[in-house]
């Protein structure tokens, strides 16, 4: 079997390509100024040092034809997915459903709620639209994961101590092997990014693992190579 780096120990590949790339709310309300972030109150500029190195990660992926996921946070025109208390939460200059400099906040189909276009997906890729912060809530990605085949999950994307973590909590509780690439996820809080990771992998992993996107690829480099010439379980 093989395995990459990562922390609190080396986390184990499958025998197949049954492995994600799971990409959360790299949109523009949350990347851009006049977003929901910005409305916030948030520095949403501290988002954006992990595009390069997530762009490089999901161009890897893309080489190697291995499958991505990316998610967008958004509700209905007419909000009737978006619960009141959800909505009316917080003191920010602009709530969701309200008009913004990049259209209606976190509403389906609106400019803000494209995802940025240095990560624009394929057509070939998974969209999930998902009205929670979790991605498994009330959206077909179990189905769509179980269809596939898929049983291992690599997490990047905004933000790390609330959609990712929440989306790789979900995942963990489904009997999904997660890690978390340290250095293509970000918060507005560093600090609340520190933390995350460090939950994650207390207690043996009790999450999950984390690595960064340097460990990612080298281990996957081998791992792919093993798949083509069919001998997976050597090494």
Known sequence: MFHLDAQPYAYPLPGDRSLALVIIDMQRDFMEPGGFGDALGNDVSLLQAIVPRLQNLLDFFRAHHLPVIHTQECHQPDLSDCPPSKRDRGNGTLKIGDQGPMGRILVYGEPGNQIIPELAPQADEQVITKPGKGAFYNTPLQAYLQQAGITHLLFTG?????????????????????????????????????????????????????????????????????????????G
């Open 158 to 234: 905004v933000t790390t101590e609330v959609c990712v973590q929440t989306t790789m909590r979900e995942a963990n509780d489904r009997g999904y092997t997660c890690l978390m690439v340290e250095d293509c996820t970000e918060s507005y809080f560093p600090a609340f990014k520190q933390s995350t990771l460090e939950m994650i992998r207390a207690q043996g992993g009790i999450v999950g693992w984390t690595a960064t996107a340097d460990q990612v690829q080298s281990g996957l480099t081998p791992w792919l190579e093993a798949l083509t010439v069919g001998g997976a379980h050597a």
